[in-house]
């Protein structure tokens, strides 16, 4: 098992900056890679970001590539999402994400990651 925290959310101005960590705890050594989602009420959760937990392969989705940057710590087993430039329209919850099943990493199918953490808000303000 593994648990998800996740941090750093809350609310700021358009073009600002915000970082989200993600602590994990528990059999990270199983770990595969983490993600970064995002959802908005009544809209499906989407992929924002990933790195593989042990190369530290990225991978973004189209909206927020050259903006957000993720990033992992392996050492305190953290991962990190660092969001610049922000806009309107990233306002949302954001999600860690942990897999453990193999497969191709970093990979923006949901169903791949096994633990979730609880979510964090991030609203930014035009």
């Known amino acids: 098992q593994v648990q998800l925290v996740e941090s750093g959310g809350g609310l700021v101005q358009a073009g600002g900056s915000v970082r989200l960590s993600c602590l994990a705890s528990?059999?990270?050594?199983?770990?595969?890679?983490v993600g970064w989602f995002c959802q908005v009420p009544g809209k499906e959760r989407k992929f924002v970001a990933g790195v593989n937990w042990s190369g530290g392969t990225t991978y973004y989705a189209n909206s927020v590539n050259g903006r957000f940057t993720i990033s992992r710590d392996n050492a305190n087993n953290s991962a990190y999402l660092h969001m610049n430039n922000l806009k309107s329209e990233d306002t949302a919850v954001y999600y860690c994400a942990a897999a453990d099943k193999g497969g191709i990493y970093p990979n923006e199918a949901p169903f791949l990651y096994t633990y979730w953490g609880q979510g964090t808000q991030v609203t930014v303000s035009s």
């Open positions: 528990g059999r990270t050594d199983d770990l595969y890679a």
